[in-house]
């Protein structure tokens, strides 16, 4: 009841909200009629809802889509565009276009059917959850110029991963099923199939991770695993710009690329992982930013061709050639290309991080037949891959900032704890009044197993610690 009043109290209803949101949330133009519905929080408007969680339900392998009216009015048996997360605006990719079978309102355990929900209110939707994976935009059948909602943006990122595979063979599809289940009731949870066939979870910890393998096994599976050791995601970066310029000739030997790398900025890598530079942004105001934040050249930051790992990650591709003939028919070929040599680097097959690739010159056949994707795109991969060893690798570690709340002669078993494990105590400071310390440290992610246990033991379980990436 104490946490329901001061919700009540102090947050602002979303008359009062959406006015001020609505700039941030939509992704479209401000003055285009969803927006301007949005910021009225008006239901005679387009609708226009977003699902934020995959709610399980009592019928094995089916969910509520939970979420929440902005504009307009959702009601049972509507048609609705359902727009993914890789939607664009124009084209055919992660839409579909569905009925509402219910509409309902979530009751702690029990679920309302109404008839129709109006903006401002939080949905349960039936029927469309084999659509969406983890969060959609939801509008009307007839609004196909309606732009996405923004995602959210977590505080935390899945960075240890365990391999997972069944004791008996036949379970196989059991556990892909269970994988596809997990994904879409765990916002912040990633599965993937690695190319060996492994089946890779990523979660944002120890104690995460533990929970989805406890709901896979007992929920979505009902069989035993084996789990493989905790692994740690590492991200492979530069630390200055390449020594020379890397020549990479293409199989048929009348392409050549000329290109240098040099490392981003971190204040321009944290912009990017946080969406305030990305592919969908304007390019004029893009480059605005970057020459007045980051100290880039205005031209250069007209001509960024493609940003990677999965098209949003925080490197890119710059084309600083001047004068170049038929330069944007191989553009795709350089972004396919990115997103490859990106994706797996080429120290440890780990993601690229805050790195800048410039194509300085291309020279290219006149007949387009002999400049086609098979000759330019391993081209460009290994041109990529060759400026970044020449400009000073390094491996980048995931470290957690732990804060822990301890008495005064506990302090001597933190410690030590902390030195074997490799951790940077930055601060320790008494709450006035109490016998109580906070303490503040990093402490590298792949140290971080049985951390919590290992500290409680050496100090009698005086220390509580919280971890967070």
Sequence with gaps: DALLMMLVLHLPSPIKAQAYRAETLYTGATDDKFCTSLAKCDKSGPLMAYISKMVPTNDKGRFIAFGRVFSGTIKTGQKCRIMGPNYEVGGKSDLNVKNVQRTVLMMGRYQEA????????????????????????????EHKECHPIKQMKYSVSPVVRVAVKTKEASDLPKLVEGLKRLAKSDPLVICTTE??????????????????????????????????????SYREGVSEESSETILSKSP????????????????????????????????????????????????????IWCFGPETTGPNMVVDVTKGVANINEVKDHFGTAFQWASKEGVLADENM?????????????????????????PTARRNYY??????????????FMV???????????????????????????????????????YLPVSESFGFTADLRSHTGGQAFPQCVF
Excluded at 129 to 141: N, S, W
Excluded at 361 to 373: K, N, P, Q, S
């Design 114 to 141: 109404v008839e129709d929900i109006p903006c401002g209110n939080l949905v349960g939707l039936f029927g469309v959850d084999q659509y969406i994976i983890k969060t959609a935009t939801i509008t009307g059948e």
């Design 195 to 232: 190319e060996t066939g492994e089946h890779i979870i990523a979660g944002a910890g120890e104690l995460h991770l533990e929970i989805c393998l406890k709901d896979l096994q007992e929920d979505f599976m009902g069989c035993e695993l084996h789990i493989s050791e905790p692994v740690v």
């Design 252 to 303: 048929n030997k009348h392409n050549r690329i000329f290109a240098k790398c040099n490392p981003l900025t971190d204040e321009l890598t944290v912009a990017i992982d946080d969406g305030k530079v990305g592919p969908r942004d304007d390019p004029k105001t893009r480059a605005r930013f970057l020459a007045d934040e980051h100290e880039w050249d205005v031209g250069d930051a007209r001509k």
């Design 353 to 377: 991080r805050g790195v800048r690739f410039d194509v300085n010159d291309l020279t290219m056949h006149a007949d387009a037949i002999h400049r086609g994707g098979g000759q330019m795109i």
């Design 386 to 399: 060759g400026c970044f060893l020449t400009a000073k690798p390094r491996m980048l570690e995931p470290v």
């Design 403 to 441: 804060e822990i709340q301890t008495v005064e002669h506990a302090m001597g078993g933190i410690y030590g704890v902390l030195n074997k494990r490799r951790g940077i105590v930055i601060g320790e400071e008494n709450r006035p009044g109490t016998p109580i310390y906070n303490v503040k440290a």
